[in-house]
């Protein structure tokens, strides 16, 4: 083989190599935007069942062996979740209306970040309030809480879950 021949060959190698690089990153990028969506999703679909005081909806957000905060206290476990939603907020049986006097609450995320820390990791930092209206038009809507999270979320079977929800870390 010439020489300009094997400089040709090795320019067409050099440029294959680069142009499937190009493709790879444009579909990690791809990917990551798309999580990035469905992170943001599970997280709205936690704060809504948890209004709601949807159990079953609130355990799904979670992997199987999922945990609500750290430590001795943590929540671990769906059949643990379920039973902490229920006796935390119980929603109105299908065709009833909720209780005038009990207080509907609203679960705001505000400055969250999203940190990758492989394909199928990541970590959902973010600041948090929840209000409380009252049942009645004369009730003023108040500040329950305020904080910060660090939620654990790992992708399982294509769907991203929170394995570990901590509203209150030590750092």
Do not use: C
Not at 19 to 43: F, G, Y
Not at 52 to 70: S, V
Not at 101 to 124: C, G, L, S
Request: proline share 3%; glycine share 8%.
């Amino acid at each position: 083989m010439t020489k300009i021949k094997m400089t040709v060959l090795l320019g067409i190698v050099f440029m294959a190599a680069a142009s499937l690089t190009t493709v790879a990153e444009e579909n990690d990028i791809l990917r990551e935007v798309q999580d990035r969506a469905q992170i943001k999703e599970l997280m709205w679909q936690y704060a809504r069942a948890l209004d709601t005081g949807d159990a079953e909806a609130y355990a799904a957000t979670f992997t199987e062996d999922g945990q609500f905060g750290r430590g001795e206290n943590a929540v671990k476990g769906q059949e643990a979740l379920l039973k902490m939603m229920g006796s935390f907020r119980k929603r109105p049986q299908e065709g009833q209306q909720e209780s005038p006097q009990m207080p509907r609450m609203y679960h705001m995320t505000t400055n969250y970040y999203i940190e990758f820390t492989d394909k199928d990791h990541a970590v959902f930092h973010e600041y948090w309030v929840t209000f409380t209206t009252g049942g009645g038009p004369d009730t003023q809507t108040q500040i329950a809480g305020v904080g910060r999270g660090v939620n654990e979320l790992v992708r399982v079977d294509g769907r991203w879950l929170i394995q570990v929800r901590d509203i209150m870390p030590r750092d």
